[in-house]
């Protein structure tokens, strides 16, 4: 009991210490460890930074920083976006949501700027939060198991909000995988590593693979392999052996029958498994499930037809095609959260599953593709700014040779391609928040790399 004390006494110290040389440091922090939790608790946060950064804009000067001004501009594109709108209340509505896209940048304009040191201190504080997270839902899984003995409370996301799954339905466990990544390689990547931190590193890879997003799985598996291979410190001696080993385990990987042909399963055939999260949840048995070619090409489909998570994803990336033609919306979109009416005229058109009293039709989904997301509401402008954010994002991240910001990079360009992620408050706040703090510039006294 002492020890802790004396531990949380430290912290609250350093704490302290931290916020007195950058008034921002608590602020940011808070708003950053409380993304995984309630609404209302991170809109307090998120207050509490914007009031921070009006009272340091008295003292500081605003320093422009290009890479902070794309969010923004993003942010603005989507505020026009009104007057262009075919559904203005659900617009006007979603404005308040992605208000973090233009005020934490905003901020960060105002701050002194975070110095490498308090970056990765800030990066620590978080990944602790993030265990504490991935304690409290394992504790909460085993509890319930021993209460209703059924394996669904380790796994995943629950249907609803009262059924059963490791993370709530809200907090979404594909969210939460990302959440995990990072701190995960915050861990594997310290340069001295005591037991503790591996016990850790093991436990936040455990409770990835029971949230179950085989796409974030596959990604941070790959990600292990490129730090192991070219960003520890016994990669820097072996860089030439370890692309040939590098280039030929990947070979290996995707030629092994049974992984060979998971593949040309998911891409060929009909099937209910799939790279991706299917949307649709307690499909009854006796179903036909679309494969990749006819989800792309069926001229209709029928109640009966359930898609996988890629199929679906396929059949989106389709219909996003068909409507951006027919409609002539290239330039300008639909208007930011305004394409589900569209959406939902196609699902009529295709004759798609449109749900019962239990489950949700199609017609109810977003695009599930960021990228996709940002063209159909936002127009080609709306993907390129979008586009330069995330180049920049990785560009930034090879030139710092940090790689928890490398990793944060590829799984955005990865999530975005399975996920409306911003379009979510928690997908918003953590990939503007985490954008900003990679990619603001740092005191030149403290930095060799701008």
Known sequence: MVNTYNSLKTVFQNLIKENTSNNAFIPTLLLLVTIPLSYAVNNIALGIFTVVSLVILK??????????????????????????????????????????????????????????????????????????????????????????????????????????????????AIHV???????????????????????????????????????????VLLLVLVYVFFFSKTAHKLRLRNLILFGLLILIIFSTGRIK???????????????SANVIEGVPPGVHYVSLKEAWTNPVFSPNDYFSGTAFRVYQSRIFLELIKENNAFFNGFGLNASMPKIKEKAVQYDLYMGDDNH???????????????????????????????????????????????????????????????????????????????????????????
């Open 59 to 172: 003292k500081n000067k605003v320093m422009f920083q290009s890479n902070l001004i794309l969010p923004m501009l993003l942010y603005m594109l989507m505020v026009v976006s009104y007057f262009w709108s075919i559904d203005k209340g659900s617009t006007l509505s979603a404005l308040s949501k992605e208000a973090p896209l233009f005020l934490i940048p905003l901020a960060f304009l105002f701050f002194t700027g975070f110095s490498k040191d308090q970056k990765k201190k800030m990066l620590m504080y978080y990944s602790y939060a993030i265990v504490l997270l991935v304690l409290y839902y394992s504790v909460r899984a085993l509890v319930r198991y021993a209460l209703f003995h059924d394996s669904r409370v380790f796994f995943y996301h629950g249907q609803n909000e009262d059924d059963y799954g490791l993370v709530p339905k809200l907090l979404n």
């Open 360 to 450: 949700e039709g199609y017609q109810s989904k977003n695009f599930h593709n960021q990228y996709v997301q940002n063209f159909a509401e936002l127009g080609v402008f709306g993907f390129i700014l979008l586009v330069i954010m995330l180049i920049i994002n990785v560009k930034n991240a090879y030139k710092s040779k940090d790689f928890v910001h490398f990793a944060f990079a590829i799984l955005m360009i990865s999530l975005f391609l399975t996920e409306s992620f911003l379009w979510r408050q928690r997908g918003v706040v953590f990939f503007t928040l985490m954008y900003c703090l990679f990619n603001s510039r740092i005191p030149a006294k403290d930095s060799k790399v701008e």
């Open 261 to 275: 042909h998971r593949f040309q399963v998911e891409f060929q055939t009909n099937t209910d498994k799939s790279l």
């Open 177 to 219: 995988s990302v959440f995990v990544a990072v701190a995960f390689f915050y861990f594997i990547t310290k340069g001295v590593k005591s037991k503790v931190d591996t016990a850790i590193a093991v436990l936040l890879f455990g409770f990835l693979l029971l949230l179950s997003s085989k796409n974030i799985i596959l990604v």
